[in-house]
């Protein structure tokens, strides 16, 4: 069965000749001027696909939640089918791939939960917090 392998909350990040390129990642705390905000954040993730399921389409969800309102602030929906190309006989297929969270307004300071999953399966979370940044007057 198709697995994520990782997951995690990062600065920037980009898929390129099918390796995963990460900047800042591991991110628990994020700071914001004011609410709404919106954040420049990446989910950044590894996915397997076992050998007798490469050919096979698979369906990743990855969900935004506002944990202290229970509120889910988005949810995005892709699918990938990556044929076979070079690999050993009984090798399976590590896809990278990134979730750019540019979009997603966030309201207000708290939990933050991402919940990723692939075929319907329980997949894997992460979760961060946001605060706003306090500003000292100048004196």
Not at 14 to 32: C, D, H, K, P, Y
Not at 46 to 66: G, S, T
């Amino acid at each position: 069965m198709a697995r994520l392998d990782s997951l995690l909350l990062c600065d920037f990040a980009q898929v390129r000749e099918g390796l995963l390129f990460v900047n800042s990642g591991g991110i628990t705390r994020v700071f914001a001027e004011e609410f709404p905000a919106h954040l420049s954040l990446y989910i950044g993730a590894m996915m397997y696909v076992p050998p007798d399921q490469v050919d096979e389409i698979h369906e990743i969800v990855i969900a935004i939640k506002d944990a202290d309102r229970t509120e889910k602030l988005a949810e995005m929906r892709g699918a990938v089918k990556a044929g076979a190309s070079g690999q050993f006989d009984g090798e399976g297929l590590h896809l990278p791939f990134v979730v750019p969270l540019l979009g997603v307004q966030f309201k207000q300071s708290g939990q933050i939960d991402i919940q990723a999953s692939v075929d319907g399966d329980v997949g894997m979370d992460w979760t961060f917090w946001i605060q706003q940044r306090r500003v000292i007057p100048p004196q």
